[in-house]
């Protein structure tokens, strides 16, 4: 590796975790003030604490996470199964459509557009519509990851378990399943995170009592930097971090 | 297409399979759309819902036609002659494309270098490029506030070098929208460049050094016209959704900052006027309906393959 592509990665990398890094080292700053040092302190961990409409928020937020993971992960793996091993179907056009369209789609569109249809059937808003919300746009990103894993699957196995007598539902239990439940879970990981992270599509469909995490986080933002949302954003970051490291793990391994 | 699977062969089995996410995402992304569509072609008012006119089922078919009657592109016209919405939606269009193309020229050595590196600090390096991408998007473009403000820590470290005199002024202007863009967005520029850069042939960059060529050469002749359609596919995977960027022009622009997330966001929780914030939304799914339709195609090989 040349001296210039080095210097690339570290410039690359600097960039990535910079502000990052600042704002985590900022977080145990003891002055109130964001942007002078006034020596190391851990006080806005404690404020962070003791903020209950905060707590409350992150509580929704993590139901709401948990939950919609869930949907969007039996979803995104049937989508994954469909577009990876039924070959040619009628609607595999708009199951693709479907399926790729919500990752790239504006947020502001998803968010505006399901809350009309919840308006126009009447569906009072509140945390089961932050879930449908979250499902939907989360369920491509799954797919994505499980089909990836579907394509580097050995196929002579599944045709070896089929040889050997088994039907179409035990060669899925006893081979591909195994195989894939790695992507399964990372998909399920990255959905999760999606959902927690989500500010936009929330702000639209939720209604009074179901405030999420970044929502209440951006309704502080606006008011200017603040260390304790330093504090809440250092822990979240450190939670994401272990996610992904734990997710890395799970599908380096084979 | 013969695989076994669930239902492999195109049976019940194979239906149990794909209706579920065909139906919710049917239910829950196509539906609205329609129902945006619609909500579009009518006029604000003051009710729950905020829109006239709404249709009477019980009315029948009478119902319907003066339902019908009362829809009109009024919202569309409004978006065509003021100059308010025409200047949102190329300024939009400019910040996305701009950002898109600092994102190509920063984001490809990136990725050229991770695919280069060693093999054993690969997946480390890789996993570095991820951690961000999984990080909040919020707290991201949050963390730019307090490094650009004017007592930020940019204006301190360039003031204590001597480089400026007085602080300079980033947040709130474009500088600092396109900063936020380019740097929120990276890892997808990154992440599918680096999966076509790492799947390269090896043996052909090889090649063309024993044929004399210097790195240079063989990056521009070989490494990047191989690597031009995942190039293609990652700016597209960050122009799209840059057109309907909210956080960010909201977060580091000033308020004169226009970008069509940010309008149809003000028209719809500031103004409540729900009909014109779904015509600003009808209006960006025009502009981006292009690049999601080549988008999902090359999904589509991808997933094919």
Redesign the interface.
Known sequence: ??G???A??AL??A???A??L??AV?SFNASSL??VWGGFSTRWYAALFADEPLIASAWVSLRVALLSGAIAT???T??A?????????R?R??????????M???????G???L??F??IGLDRGILTIV??H??FC?GFV??VV?ARL?GLD?TL??A??DLG?G??R??ATV?LPLVAPAILAGFL?AF?LS??D??IA??VSGPGATTL?MR??SQ??LG?NPE?NAA?TL??VA??A???AA?RLT?RR | MSAPGPGSSGGWRARLVRLPPLLWLTAFFLVPFLITLKISLSDAATAMPPYLPVLDWQAGLEGWSSFLEALDFENYAILWFDSFYREAALSSLAYAGAASLVLVLVGTPLAYALARAPARWQALLVALVVVPFWTSFLIRVYAWIAILKPEGLLNAALLRLGLIAAPLEILNTPTAVMIGLVYAYLPFMVLPLYAVMSRLDGTLREAAADLGAGPVRVFLTVTLPLAAPGIAAGALLCFIPMIGEFIIPDLLGGSDTLMLGRVLWSEFFSNRDWPLASAVAVLMLLIVIGPVVLFRDAGAREAGR
């Not at chain 1, 199964?81 to 179907?89: E, I, M, Q, T």
């Not at chain 1, 056009?93 to 399926?99: A, D, E, F, Q």
């Open positions: 590796m040349s210039f592509l080095r690339v990665l690359g990398l960039f990535l975790y502000p990052i600042v704002l900022y964001v942007t039996v979803l995104g049937l989508a199964l469909a577009l990876g091993r039924h070959g040619r179907f609607t056009k708009l199951l693709t459509g479907l399926v790729f369209a919500p790239v789609m504006p947020e502001v569109i998803i505006l557009s399901l009309l249809l308006v126009g449908i919300a499902a939907t369920t797919a994505v089909g394509r196929r599944e045709e378990a089929a088994a179409p539902l060669v899925f591909t990255l995170t927690l992270d500010l936009v702000s639209f970044p986080l951006y933002v606006r930097v949302i954003s979240l970051v994401v971090t996610a992904v490291l890395s380096a």
